[in-house]
């Protein structure tokens, strides 16, 4: 594996980029201009990438902390479903703490 392509060992490419397609295809529905457009993909990188220079621009920093609030309560109603999704989220392997080593 290349160094340009080393990532994909512990990333999956659709939750970290989708956004950008699901923030375009809905902008495009709904009609949106440039400049809305333009915002959308702000908003969305906002959310995939946990940037500070999204979360420092106006109404973006009030919000900011929504969207993991929103990634929790989603993942707490999932669970109660009983969605089987990994639960070694702290542990060994691919978890949270050994992508970001």
Do not use: H
């Not at 946990?50 to 929103?70: C, D, N, V």
């Not at 929790?72 to 089987?84: F, I, R």
């Amino acid at each position: 594996m290349t160094a340009g392509t080393a990532f994909l060992e512990k990333w999956f490419l659709t939750p970290l980029v989708g956004c950008f397609g699901a923030a375009a295809a809905t902008s495009r529905i709904l009609g949106l201009d440039r400049k809305q457009v333009q915002n959308a993909m702000g908003i969305a990188y906002a959310q995939a990438a946990g940037s500070k220079e999204m979360g420092s621009a106006g109404i973006m920093r009030a919000i900011y902390g929504a969207f993991p609030g929103k990634a929790g309560v989603l993942s707490s109603l999932m669970a109660q479903k009983a969605l089987p999704l990994p639960n070694r989220v702290w542990r060994e392997g691919l978890a949270f703490s050994r992508i970001f080593q």
